[in-house]
């Protein structure tokens, strides 16, 4: 059975910084590219950022580019997001996912692509 398993959201005020992390188990982490999504109430769910298998491709949407950092860990298969200079505007649920590829170069950002999710975890920023 897959799990992916989100933990490290909470409340933080604008300009500070969070570090989440998604544990995964009953896979072959090492076997798929990954992703961070988040969504808010009534929203869609936004791409936020990806990886290949390997880490040597890494893609950020506009809006976090240059304040968020994505990072995995193939040994502890676990997929981290490092936060910072956070925005109220980054108020939402942040999900994990995992896509099947070993692909060197492919990466996805749409949700529908992914083919594993994690349960969520809340990330409130302040003003």
């Known amino acids: 059975q897959v799990q992916l398993v989100e933990s490290g959201g909470g409340l933080v005020k604008a300009g500070g910084s969070l570090r989440l992390s998604c544990a995964a188990s009953g896979l072959t982490f090492s076997n798929y590219a990954m992703g961070w999504f988040r969504q808010t109430p009534g929203g869609e769910r936004e791409f936020v950022a990806t990886?290949?298998?390997?880490?040597?491709?890494?893609y950020y949407a506009e809006s976090v580019e240059g304040r968020f950092t994505i990072s995995r860990d193939n040994a502890k298969n676990t997929l981290y997001l490092q936060m910072t200079k956070l925005k109220p505007e980054d108020t939402a649920v942040y999900y994990c996912a995992g896509k099947l590829d070993r692909a060197p170069h492919r990466f996805y950002t749409t949700w529908m692509q992914y083919d594993y999710w994690g349960q969520g975890t809340q990330v409130t920023v302040s003003s």
């Open positions: 990886l290949t298998w390997n880490s040597g491709l890494v």
